[in-house]
């Protein structure tokens, strides 16, 4: 029968990209390592990594048993769970990865909520807002706005949300405030560098009417809470999610351009790589998540 040690060390080291990483992680030698390897393929009679590469690569063969190991092993690690702990007890690393905007405002207090009730987890975050890649990086999940594309992944909704276009009030009292999508034309407008270019191309719709304006302006960054902090100081319009601004607006430091015109669609979501089952500490944070933002969504963030 095959070792589950073999097993976890596959799967380990198909995950990190590297042998030796996943010997460090389980708390074995290289030399034990390899000699791990290297029996699993002796017994499965096909070799599952290829061996000629700095990095470890899986043959089509490795990366087909991957596919059918991972999801065993990690139910499990449930089954060992469910009779061993209670839900109270959860632990161990809960790897992710969110926008740096929602992340400092309404993350951040929200994981240290959570390890107040599960001290024995672990939080890594990667706060950034381009795209990580969920099949190759050693991710438990991502918090991302908009629809799902990747039919690799495997999203589930923690808000419907919308973006919004705002600007201060010192903006509105120098500049006037539009009073249709086409007047932002003429306006200074902070953009949001994605995927290699400016996002330019604002959508609205109001009824069954839908506009579509080119936008321009002297402020573009690639870090969504700096085109925040420009509309905070009346730099310009910014087209932000909703939820990015939510404290703002409750508080007066921000205020919608339009009251009758709605911006796209961008749920957030809580997104899987695969579709195999989920630790018990992951599948419990985005159920707490899911519950606090909606609570706290009437409100703001932090409270």
């Known amino acids: 029968m095959t070792n589950l040690g073999d097993l976890r060390l596959f799967v380990e080291a198909a995950r ?5 990483a996943a010997a460090r992680n389980l708390e074995r030698s290289p030399a034990a390592a390899s000699a791990s390897l290297k029996r699993l393929e002796a ?18 063969e490795g990366l087909l048993f991957r596919e059918r190991v991972a999801p065993g092993l990690t139910l499990i690690d449930e089954a060992r769970h469910s009779v061993s702990h209670d839900c109270a007890e959860i632990s161990g690393e809960i790897r992710f990865t969110a926008p740096v905007d929602f992340a400092r405002q309404w993350l951040r207090p929200l994981m240290d909520e959570f390890r107040g009730l599960h001290s024995q987890v ?9 795209m990580r890649d969920l099949v190759s990086e050693p991710l438990d999940l991502a918090i991302r706005y908009g629809e799902l594309p990747d039919s690799a992944l495997v999203a589930r909704r923690l808000l419907d949300n919308r973006r919004i276009v705002v600007g201060s009030p010192d ?3 120098r500049h006037g405030r539009p009073s249709h999508p086409q007047d932002l034309a003429h306006h200074n407008c902070v953009t949001y560098f994605f995927g290699g270019s400016a996002y330019r191309r604002w959508s609205f719709r109001r009824g069954s009417d839908t506009v579509v304006v080119e ?3 002297d402020c573009t960054s690639n870090d969504g809470s700096i085109v925040r902090d420009w509309a905070l100081d009346g ?28 911006g796209d669609s961008v749920p957030l979501n809580a997104v899987y790589p695969g579709t195999g089952p989920r ?3 992951v599948r419990q944070f985005v159920d707490f998540l899911r519950e606090r933002l909606k609570a706290q969504q009437a409100t703001g963030p932090g409270t």
């Open 279 to 281: 630790p018990v500490r």
């Open 43 to 60: 017994e499965l009679g096909v070799r599952l990594v290829a061996r000629n590469t700095r990095n470890l690569r899986l043959t089509p």
């Open 171 to 173: 903006y509105f009292a």
């Open 16 to 20: 990190l990209g590297s042998l030796s």
């Open 215 to 217: 936008v321009s302006g």
């Open 122 to 130: 672990r939080f890594i975050l990667q706060a950034g807002d381009s």
């Open 235 to 262: 730099v310009g319009l910014a087209y932000k999610s909703e939820l990015d601004v939510k404290a703002d607006l409750l508080a007066g430091r921000l205020e919608p351009a339009f009251r009758d015109w709605r």
